[in-house]
């Protein structure tokens, strides 16, 4: 009853979704405010259908009803609560489902909180969103329905793949999905504009607090999503290049642009044309995400072959979609007027700088990842492109453009002056060159690159603090001033800050990591004593263990170091009964931002375990920069400037008033 | 300036950024993409030692013995012919004996196949794609071998693997 349910709410949200899909448009054309008024209440609507459907589907895993195939296939009823939760989207038809649902809550918060746009904007955005939903619900009824029954129930369930059970998963797929699709937004937006054939400043101050919700929890997705390979796979990597992962970074590279274009913008009515096809662009990139990581083509090209339902019809919204979009920029673009004039060194000269750089790194993911698998369809052969590749092409993108990130905010809009910014970084310069001295002579005769690339990292951070300081002017006047201009900052200015400073803190852990990492790979036996970093690490003994769905062998050791005990960790190798799988699950030693981490391999038969020891330094840096950049942005979306609304432009006010009469 | 000169800055700075890049993806391109082959692969192209590439297949019943110190050896087969493997280290948590897997490295002067990184997917009906294909290929596909396999949702890395 509660799976034919939540199915019969989502066929209603379909139908919701193809009312809101043409009706406001043709309301937009006949100026009839009534008509175009029917985009808020389906849009609202359609969310209440896909959360109730939504809902339905939760229920039915939490209540471990097997006769439904999606439960029957990815829960057992001995799972523990959450994990019968988050099951629901870690598996195809849940996860699409997952989709829908943001989908249908974007576009109920644009229809609820978007009472000061002008009427036909707001029907022309919902209806595009419309056109979307209407895409992806098609795209679940017709090829991958979570709630088909099973003719024969069966007693006991398949069990959750192991490796997602685990907390990442009840965070990291929301997030993600939050982030692709939040950016669909700025997508609707965008195509909106073109149809309407008018952008405006106060077009792109809309815009940008969607976006930055997106990019924040894109942001926090990927990171979660990097910590949590990182804990879970065994091997201490935290970022593998995989076309997965990279599904990911591109929209985020392509949306970190589209932030800082729209704030151009916003500010100086410049840059439209570029901004509407990098609103396109980045949603494009997120819709390819899902092609990639729903399609299966990354698996297998033999499961896309067998069965090509999905696969094919993902690709085709894709076409539609990303082709259509296109199209329609090619044919309105054109028609949209030009924005002020700047010069090339200034503020809007380096936000220009910074979209260039971002978008041809972009570009290297994209080929990095589309490349072999373009290589097998046209000619056979396969090749693997790995983390070289990334590191020759990416590496090199970033680097002028991390060296250009602090001069960003110091440079004058319309025309900057790069002399003056140069003499307010010196300080910065200063102690970026202090760092590589001593980086330097502290690992004599190590890495050479490791100590430059730390001083970028310093360079970064301190350029943002530079322009704190400069803005408060701190030590020019009485501290208390100063104190009281801080206060008086826009949240924008500390947002972008914080956001830089986290770039530069990410790049210290990712530099300190792959420098100075050390680690012990060997076979134990108890009492045997492995020297890690400094660290002493004693195997006290192994012991087994009983869980809820699985059973596990825990090793005991003690840390110390010079001598004196520091902590006891933990780590284990469980074996699901179920699957017949087993996972490894890391311990994590903790101290400061570094990190000790043990994996456990097979034992053999004398009674030895292989371990695997790492010792990580300021490890936790790689993730307390994005987690930074994130506050930034939240800081950042809270400026009072966002939060009273744009001002009406004045032909635009006019139309809203007469459309509402 | 007048407008079109500062258009002409931008899209100059724009083609050399481009210009740049495209150097290096077509540099990376040429150093550092591994290619792919099964042991009948090696044996028709003659591959030297020390050329770097990934050997996928399956790991042969019976083959996989332990020695000290962590270092094992088993061999890989796609059906027409073998290759031996040694590694040292710890082998992801799914290798097992009959499934599928993939190692990266290069053969010695003595042609065993010296891997430093063995891969091997999370999930018990996964096979890796190339092996895969390969073997279906050759003919040896049965089709409990593509049975539908979860993938993580949008996860960060469904591969697992070890290197040493």
């Keep these: 009853m509660i799976a034919e349910s939540g199915h019969y709410a989502l066929v209603l949200a379909l139908a919701l979704a193809l009312i809101q899909s043409i009706v406001p448009i043709v309301g937009a054309r006949w100026r009839d405010a009534a008509l175009m008024n029917v985009a808020r209440s389906t849009a609202l609507a359609q969310l209440l259908f896909v959360a109730a459907s939504f809902a339905a589907l939760v229920t039915l895993h939490v209540t471990s009803d097997f006769s439904v195939a999606n439960v029957f296939e990815n829960s057992h009823s001995l799972k523990p609560l959450l994990y019968k939760i988050t099951g629901v989207w870690g598996n195809h038809e849940g996860s699409m489902l997952l989709w829908v649902s943001i989908l249908a809550l974007f576009g109920g918060l644009v229809a609820a909180f978007g009472n000061n746009l002008p009427l036909s904007l707001r029907a022309h955005v919902l209806a595009v969103q419309a056109w979307v939903a209407t895409a992806f619900y098609l795209f679940i009824l017709i090829t991958s329905n979570p709630f088909l029954r099973i003719a024969n129930p069966p007693i006991e369930g398949r069990d959750l793949n192991p490796v997602l059970q685990d907390i990442g998963l009840a965070v990291h797929p929301p997030m993600l999905y939050l982030g692709y699709v939040g950016f669909s937004i700025s997508f609707s937006f965008a195509v909106a504009a073109l149809l309407e054939g008018r952008i405006d400043a106060a077009w792109a101050r809309w815009v940008r607090p969607w976006t930055l919700m997106a990019w924040i929890f894109l942001t926090l997705g990927i990171a979660m999503g990097s910590y949590w390979a990182y804990y879970e796979l065994g091997w201490g990597g935290w970022w593998f290049w995989d076309p997965v992962e990279n599904a990911s970074l591109m929209p985020w590279l392509a949306g970190t642009a589209l932030l800082h274009s729209a704030l151009v913008m916003e500010k100086r009515n410049a840059l439209k044309v570029w901004t509407v096809l990098l609103s396109i662009l980045t949603f494009s990139l997120s819709l390819l995400g899902t092609f990639l990581v729903r399609s299966g083509v990354l698996t297998s090209v033999h499961a896309f072959a067998t069965d090509p339902t999905r696969g094919v019809f993902i690709l085709l919204i894709l076409f539609v979609f990303i082709g259509g979009s296109l199209s329609l920029y090619a044919w309105r673009a054109p028609a949209l007027k030009q924005g002020g004039l700047f010069a090339p060194i200034s503020r809007e000269g380096a936000l220009v700088l910074n979209n260039l750089l971002l978008t041809t790194a972009c570009a290297t993911v994209f080929i990095g990842t589309l490349y072999p698998l373009a290589l097998e369809v046209l000619t056979g052969e396969k090749i693997s492109v790995g983390a070289p590749f990334f590191n020759f092409t990416f590496a090199p993108l970033f680097v002028p453009l991390l060296l250009a990130v602090p001069f960003g905010p110091l440079l004058a809009w319309k025309r900057g002056d790069l002399l003056g910014a140069a003499q307010r970084l010196m300080v910065a310069g200063i102690v970026a060159l202090v760092a590589i001295a001593l980086v330097f002579a502290w690992t004599y005769g190590g890495a050479t690159l490791a100590p430059l690339a730390i001083g970028l990292a310093a360079f970064v951070i301190m350029g943002a603090l530079c322009d704190l300081a400069e803005r408060i002017a701190l030590f020019r006047i009485p501290l208390s001033l100063s104190l009281r201009r801080a206060r008086g900052l826009p949240r924008a200015t500390w947002g972008t800050a914080f956001a830089h400073a986290g770039l530069g803190i990410a790049l210290i852990g990712i530099v300190c990591e792959t420098t100075w990492n050390s680690e012990y790979i060997g076979s134990m036996k108890p009492d045997d004593i492995a020297r890690v970093a400094g660290y002493e690490l004693r195997l006290d003994g192994l012991s087994p263990r009983q869980g809820p769905n699985f059973r596990e062998m825990v090793a005991q050791f003690t840390v110390s170091r010079d001598g004196e005990k520091v902590s006891v960790m933990t780590p284990s190798k469980r074996n699901f009964t179920t699957r017949g799988a087993s996972t490894t699950e890391a311990a994590l030693l903790t101290r400061g931002a570094s990190q000790l981490y043990i994996s456990l391999g097979d034992t053999t038969a004398d009674g030895a375990i292989a371990v695997r020891i790492y010792h990580k330094p300021l490890v936790l840096m790689i993730w307390w920069g994005p987690v930074l950049m994130a506050f930034g942005g939240l800081l950042s979306l809270s400026d009072r400037r966002l939060r009273v609304g744009a001002p009406k432009p004045a032909k635009a006010a006019a139309r809203a008033l007469q459309a509402a009469e | ?164």
């Design chain 2, 1 to 164: 300036m007048t407008r079109k000169q500062r258009r002409l800055t931008l899209i100059g700075c724009a083609l050399v950024v481009l210009a740049i890049a495209a150097g290096l993806v077509l540099n990376a391109l040429r150093d550092s993409i591994v290619f792919f082959s099964t042991p009948s692969m090696v044996a028709e192209k003659h591959l030297g030692p020390g050329k770097r590439f990934r050997l996928g297949g399956l790991v042969e019943q019976g083959s996989l013995k332990r020695g000290d110190n962590l270092a094992v050896t088993f061999t890989v087969a796609d059906g027409a012919a073998t290759l031996p493997v040694a590694y040292k280290g710890i082998l992801p948590d799914l290798f097992r004996e009959g499934q599928g897997v993939v190692a990266e490295g290069a053969l010695d002067a003595n042609g065993v196949f010296r891997a430093d990184t063995v891969l091997a997917k999370h999930d018990e009906t996964y096979m890796p794609k190339d092996v895969a294909d390969a073997l279906k290929k050759q003919g040896h596909w049965k089709d409990d071998y593509g049975k539908p396999s979860n993938m993580p949702s949008a996860s960060a890395a469904p591969t697992q693997g070890a290197r040493r």
